[in-house]
């Protein structure tokens, strides 16, 4: 099986379209994978939660099934993260596979076939990456594009992790056996507050296991196909980023 993490918020936009491509692409590409979608709908203020649950509603099927958590009021990306992991890890058996995405339709259904792909050819964990061969960017500012570059570089050369280059994309899939019992038994697996929790999960699952397999594989992102603005506060995440990585490198887990 195959569970998918999506948080979201006022993605009201997005959600039927990202929802619908789901349903169709994997049901063409993977007939025989079962897929559990978890849609953490983090106090939209929109209506995310009811276009969400009738998309799921039209889409059901024996191999196909989205569930809506629901946080009362707003609480950031990382506590949707934590609340879908945890959700996830509950009813994942040790040989299924967890992905994280965005909901806004820039991180497409189908590049799921390769990060699954490599977690069956034993990888622990597949990172969809900007910063590799064969990846490309398509909508998103250069500002934006620099950023993430920028973070990547310092982050490569202060706190390395074989195989990773993307640090900061959510577009990811874990082999359930690896993550369940970090994201189970610390409850602090999930410290961080904002969008440097994707960042932190990567540094936090490498530090409690040094041999744990990394592989990156490139993607197209689409953030043309993206409705609305980013939700993510430029200056907050820049700060947030840097005071975690000097934390990291100084040698603080907690
Ligand atoms: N649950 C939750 N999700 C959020 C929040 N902010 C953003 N998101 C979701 O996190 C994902 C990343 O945000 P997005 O706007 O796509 O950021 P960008 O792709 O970096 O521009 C999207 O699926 C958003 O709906 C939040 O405060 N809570
Ligand atoms: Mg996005």
């Known amino acids: 099986m195959i569970l ?3 948080p979201a918020y006022n993605e009201e936009a997005n959600v039927a379209r990202l929802l619908g491509d789901l349903a ?13 979608v978890a849609l953490v709908d ?14 799921a509603e039209r889409l059901r099927t024996a191999n196909f099934e989205c569930t809506t958590l629901r946080h009362p009021e707003n609480r950031g990306l990382a506590e949707a993260i ?25 991180h497409t259904p189908g590049l799921m076939v390769q990060l699954t792909r490599r977690i069956f050819e034993g990888y622990d964990v597949a990172v ?36 990773i ?38 540094l936090k699952l490498h530090h409690h296991d040094r041999h744990l397999a990394f592989v990156e594989v490139p993607i197209l992102l689409r953030y043309d ?10 200056g907050r995440t820049i700060r947030q980023t840097l005071r975690l990585l000097a934390r990291r490198r100084l040698g603080y887990w907690d």
């Open 24 to 36: 169709e692409i994997l049901g063409e590409l993977m007939p025989a994978s079962r897929v559990l």
């Open 165 to 202: 280059r993307d640090y900061t994309c959510g577009y990811r899939a874990y082999r359930a056996a690896v993550i369940q019992p970090i994201v189970r038994d610390n409850p602090r697996f999930i410290s961080e507050t904002g969008f440097s929790v994707m960042l932190d999960i990567l």
């Open 225 to 234: 196909w993206k409705k609305g603005a980013s939700k993510m506060a430029v």
């Open 4 to 6: 998918v993490v999506i």
């Open 128 to 163: 969809a990456s900007r910063f590799i061969s064969g990846s490309r960017v398509v909508g998103l500012t250069l500002f934006r594009q620099a950023l993430s570059l920028g973070a990547a570089i310092l982050l490569k050369t202060l706190l390395p992790i074989p195989g």
């Open 42 to 55: 983090d106090g939209s203020k929109d209506r995310t939660v009811a276009v969400a649950e009738g998309a």
């Open 82 to 106: 934590k609340t879908g992991l945890l959700y996830a890890c509950d009813r994942a058996n040790p040989k299924d596979i967890i992905v994280t995405m965005d909901c806004d339709n820039s």
